[in-house]
């Protein structure tokens, strides 16, 4: 039987990472796919179409390949945080978290043209923070690390130190629910050994 190559279709060095641990052979290939949020839909919805919009982008350019394509943002109060993008937004961004619990949705999407087959899932993780002070706020929000992250901080970064606990998948708040996602990859035929 032939290895079908596996493409990750995501800049993320995170979701790279994630795989790479898990022992998967891939290539990368951002997908170029220009992400809309103001689509009316509930988060997890959003999250799963966004993630097949990505996939798709890359499977259309690499048909005999299984493509894997995720999107990630936190959830607080029915409102969506992606990626605060400049140091206000990022300090709002974690005042309003302080002391709180939130969810971190990844909406993941497999896709194999070839078969005709796709897959779409969205895994929900329950992220607390701890109360924090200006000071903690403001000496993140420099590291320039929250700017670039969905929620305004990097779980597996400086952001760890935020974090009170976690309920749910750990990966999944990093940008890849691995657990399912091997779930998934096993319904298209994939040998992964875990």
Request: aromatic share 6%.
């Amino acid at each position: 039987m032939k290895v079908r190559k596996i493409i990750l279709a995501s800049a993320s060095p995170w979701r790279r990472k994630i795989l790479e641990n898990a022992g998967i052979s891939f290539t990368v290939e951002a997908s170029g796919y220009r992400e809309d949020m103001n689509l009316g839909l509930s988060p997890p919805a959003l999250a799963k179409k966004l993630a097949l919009g990505k996939a798709l982008a890359v499977a259309r350019r690499h048909k005999d390949a299984i493509v894997i394509g995720a999107d990630t943002f936190a959830v607080f109060k029915g409102k969506i945080l992606g990626k605060p993008k400049t140091p206000k937004l990022a300090i709002e961004m974690l005042r309003s978290l302080s002391g709180t619990t939130h969810s971190l949705i990844t909406g993941f999407a497999i896709v194999d043209l070839k078969m005709k087959r796709q897959i779409t899932k969205a895994v929900d993780t329950k992220v607390t923070f701890k109360e924090l002070s200006s000071r903690e706020i403001s000496g993140y929000v420099k590291t320039g690390e929250p700017l670039r992250v969905a929620g305004g901080y990097a779980i597996q970064g400086g952001g760890a130190k935020l974090i009170k606990g976690i309920k749910g998948d750990y990966d999944n708040v990093v940008g890849l629910p691995l657990k399912e996602l091997l779930v998934q990859l096993g319904k298209f035929g994939m040998e992964l050994s875990r």
